[in-house]
């Protein structure tokens, strides 16, 4: 299987800070990576979809780049909102498997 | 507006079984391929099982290969996960989730509240 590893695994940002976190395939997956916000208690919501196409709805703060085996998510202006889990998850085979997740809070 | 309501969680015993289910609304179900995604207690997530629209492809995860079968009901709007021989290592939060292709693609655009299944003696 494919393997995700996502880097920090949680960090600790102030109000407007521009927020970066990395996602790694162990093997290219082309543009075949979605990245999900999971609030406290509540379920994962789909933000980013072949790498860098925001799903409708989604607030322009967010973005995703990269292809092959290296992937960053990007939040343009932290908001309060935001503090969440990402996950990164490939889907270039049909075994999917999701990174261990990225916790960002505010400082 | 989608509705993936899920059911059938509980307290099993290590060998057990149990079935889930998750009630679609909102779209039309039998259009859509459909995933169970799981998550530990204070853990990630992970991809457990998906089926195509009409249930002609089904995948599953390593860990869960021969004992769980997912299928689905077009006609109840309904997907379903029989999970058997379960072991401490299923104890979870399962959700369902919606795929945005008729076949498996694995982008998962709606997901339900889950049902927690816990398994202990």
């Known amino acids: 299987d494919i393997q995700m590893t996502q880097s920090p695994s949680s960090l600790s940002a102030s109000v407007g800070d521009r927020v970066t976190i990395t996602c790694q395939a162990s093997?290219?997956?082309?543009?075949?990576l979605n990245w999900y916000q999971q609030k406290p208690g509540k379920a994962p919501k789909l933000l980013i979809h072949?790498?860098?196409k925001l799903e409708t709805g989604v607030p322009s703060r967010f973005s995703g780049s990269g292809s092959g085996t290296a992937f960053t998510f990007t939040i343009g202006s932290l908001q309060s909102e935001d503090v969440a889990t990402y996950y990164c998850?490939?889907?270039?085979?049909?075994?999917?498997?999701f990174g261990p997740g990225t916790k960002v809070d505010i400082k | 507006e989608v509705q993936l309501v899920e059911s059938g969680g509980g307290l099993v015993q290590p060998g057990g079984s149990l079935r889930l289910s998750c009630a679609a609304s909102?779209?039309?179900?039998?259009?859509?391929?459909m995933s169970w995604v799981r998550q530990a207690p204070g853990k990630g997530l992970e991809w457990v099982s998906a089926?195509?629209?009409?249930?002609?492809?089904?995948n599953y995860a390593d860990s869960v290969k021969g004992r769980f079968t997912i299928s689905r009901d077009n006609s109840k709007n309904t997907l379903y996960l029989q999970m058997n021989s379960l072991t401490a290592g299923d104890t979870a939060l399962y959700y369902c989730?919606?795929?945005?292709?008729?076949?498996?693609?694995?982008?998962?655009?709606?997901w339900g509240l889950g049902t927690l299944v816990t398994v202990s003696s």
């Open positions: 072949d790498a860098s």
């Open positions: 909102g779209f039309t179900f039998s259009n859509y391929a």
């Open positions: 089926i195509s629209n009409r249930g002609g492809s089904r």
């Open positions: 998850q490939q889907y270039d085979n049909l075994r999917f498997t």
């Open positions: 093997q290219d997956i082309s543009h075949y």
């Open positions: 989730a919606k795929d945005v292709n008729t076949l498996v693609q694995g982008v998962f655009d709606s």
